[in-house]
């Protein structure tokens, strides 16, 4: 087996708020080969944004803070790397995508320049030889007319081709592993289709991996090999994307299937809501987290938290009941 | 998937007919504020070619000629030592670019670095750097000019310098809004996911963004200083006579002679009012149109 191109150990990311401590992130770990893609699924505050950001340490500090865990980046904990190391990391290694295409680009600077800018940034390239090189990017990306478009300012771009060039500045500096925070949320559904492949393609060519964040279980059993589920700021389920569709082990798990329509099989089948709301962060159940929303749930539930444990070959979940 | 998607090509060339098009905006939306616009580059020419549009000398004295009356030779009357007030109001304006603009470059520039690096930063920095801000702006301006006018003695660099410090400080406080504003924008955030550095995120991706502040705090800020200026040399604590100031002339001759001779408090007078009036209302069209909020609509 190879070694994992990112090992996250026991990653607990916490923020100070008004209302007291909320720990946004609750010891989570999880791993991303090379070449893999790794989608992270959960509802809004699930801390799947979160564990991304605190991947490239780009957690705002105050209010927020990484108090603990191991994040390896190919051997090196960037947890423990000074702020050049990080920057050389960042952009550069790995790459971040954000969920708001209309406004991750600088409004006073043309788009050549920004896609430039990486280029410029990690490998010092003067500005004309980076400019060229976007050139190039941008045409990878499937922006047609490269060179004159180039020139001009990100309000001329609509959102799909602002996310188009949110992808050209990831892979500017050809990076191992690429992260998307919901690349697709705020854009048509049609637009989202074209990105997403865009982006499998990319990643494919490059041989770079691909964290995809998202709450769209669609997009994930489209793109992703391997699926992490989060509730409530853990992992609660690991599993392939196949085989997490197939056997899904997690209450949770089963529960948000049954709730997401299905055009094929299944005709006339109800949809099957989670009961409840969604935990709050700053007074979560001493046990698990989903015990007050689970159908299938135990005594112990209610007072110890379930440790993320193997249940087969590369399937490991965090409950105490076998469904 | 291979899939090309043409945009309109408005690129390039359009774009270096920004500044045009503002133009031709500015005076279509806000003719006020264009014309104010007009005096204001007006008194700029007529502050640099002062020594060339002057017909007489600053200092020229022609004791047959003293206290005219606005005439064709003299246009603005003379004063009472004979000296072309037309002249005179000239080279005050001279004084007076000279000082505004020195002056309020050097108020924004102190206001930039303060602010952007408070506003960016944040934090107890922000803090504290703020409450010494507060302190300063309690001070009245007029009493920390007398005193430094006082210690120094009067003169051009004092007054400069002052003024700069004076203005720079209490609009770091404007600028660091805008800083903190735009620095909650996906794009920094951005910015910080590609490795950018402190340094490059203020210059390349926070500046541009709050240029616009920028521009109307330099331009107010010209008033302020053209204000402050005359406000000291009326006292007489401003550039010394006989460099002819729009304050000085008012409180010399302008007051003294004020019943035989009007015109001599009028042309200075007027040419303040016009000035400040016009950098104000300039400031707030500019205001108006580069508010990031109204960008984009036509």
Redesign the interface.
């Known amino acids: 087996m190879t070694r994992p191109l990112l090992e996250v150990k026991n990653l607990t990311t916490r923020f100070r708020t008004e209302r007291g401590t909320v720990t946004a992130v609750d010891g989570v770990s999880f791993h991303v080969d090379p070449g893999e893609t790794l989608a992270i699924v959960g509802e809004s505050g699930s801390g799947k944004s979160v564990t991304a950001l605190s991947v490239?340490r780009?957690i705002p500090n105050?209010p927020g803070r990484i108090e603990n865990g191991e994040i390896l980046f190919d051997g090196t904990d960037l947890l423990k790397l000074d702020d050049p190391g990080i920057?050389?990391?960042?952009?550069?290694k790995i790459?971040?995508i954000?969920q708001?295409p209309m406004?991750?680009?600088?409004?006073?600077?043309t788009v050549g320049l920004q896609v430039a800018?990486?280029i410029n940034?990690?490998r010092g390239t003067p500005w004309e030889k980076a400019y060229e090189a976007a050139t190039e990017l941008i045409g990878r990306v499937?922006?047609?007319?490269a060179a004159?478009?180039l020139?001009?300012?990100p309000?001329?771009?609509?959102g799909?081709?602002r996310q188009r060039v949110?992808i050209a500045?990831a892979l500017?500096c050809a990076p191992r592993l690429i992260i998307a925070d919901e690349p697709t949320t705020a854009l048509d559904v049609t637009v989202q289709a074209?990105i997403l492949?865009?982006l499998k393609?990319v990643t494919r060519e490059t041989g770079s991996s691909l964290i995809l964040i998202t709450h769209d279980l669609g997009v994930v059993a489209r793109y992703a090999d391997r699926v992490a589920v989060m509730y409530g700021g853990r992992i609660v389920e690991v599993a392939p994307a196949r085989e997490l569709y197939a056997r899904p082990q997690h209450p949770y798990t089963s529960g948000l299937m049954a709730s997401v329509p299905r055009l094929d099989g299944g005709g006339g089948r109800r949809l099957m809501p989670i009961e409840g709301q969604p935990p709050d962060l700053a007074s979560l159940p001493p046990g698990c987290s989903f015990a007050p929303r689970c159908r299938a749930i135990l005594d112990q539930c209610r007072t110890a938290k379930p440790e993320l444990l193997q249940v087969a070959d590369r399937h490991a979940k965090a409950c105490f009941a076998h469904v | 998937m291979t899939l090309a998607i043409d945009i309109p090509a408005t690129s390039g060339k359009t774009e270096r007919n920004g500044v045009l098009r503002f133009v031709i905006r500015l005076f279509r939306e806000k003719p006020l504020g264009a014309a104010g616009g007009v005096i204001f580059i007006l008194f700029l020419l007529c502050g640099i070619f002062a020594d060339v549009l002057a017909p007489y000398g600053m200092n020229q004295i022609s004791p047959r000629n003293r206290l005219m009356a606005p005439s064709w030779a003299y246009p603005f009357g003379t004063d009472n030592l004979g000296r072309d007030m037309l002249s005179r109001c000239l080279y005050g304006a001279q004084i007076s670019v000279i000082i505004a603009f020195t002056a309020a470059t050097l108020a924004t520039i102190i206001s930039i670095v303060i602010g952007i690096i408070t506003g960016y930063l944040g934090g107890k920095f922000d803090l504290v750097t703020q409450r010494f801000v507060d302190a300063w702006m309690s001070f009245p301006d007029l009493i920390i000019l007398l005193v430094v006018v006082s210690v120094l003695g009067p003169g051009l660099p004092q007054i400069i310098g002052t003024l700069g410090l004076l203005l720079g400080i209490a609009g770091s406080r404007i600028i660091r809004s805008a800083v903190v504003s735009v620095r909650e924008n996906m794009y920094v955030h951005a910015a910080q996911s590609i490795g950018a550095s402190t340094g490059r995120i203020l210059w390349r991706h926070i500046l541009p963004n709050i240029m616009p502040p920028i521009i109307v705090l330099f331009t107010t800020r010209v008033g302020t200083v053209i204000l402050a200026e005359s406000g000291l040399s009326f006292l007489g604590l401003g550039v010394p006579p006989p460099t002819p100031t729009w304050g000085g002339m008012l409180s010399g001759s302008g007051r003294t002679f004020m019943f035989q001779g009007p015109w001599l408090a009028l042309a200075p007078g007027l040419c303040l009012t016009i000035v400040v009036y016009s950098t104000n209302v300039f400031g707030d069209a500019l205001r108006d149109l580069l508010d990031p909020r109204m960008r984009g609509s036509r």
């Open positions: 490239l780009l105050p920057r050389a990391v960042r952009g550069n790459a971040m954000f708001e406004s991750s680009l600088n409004p006073a600077l800018e990486p940034v990690h499937r922006i047609g007319d004159s478009r020139g001009s300012y309000h001329q771009y609509s799909g081709m949110m500045m500017a074209q492949d865009l393609e």
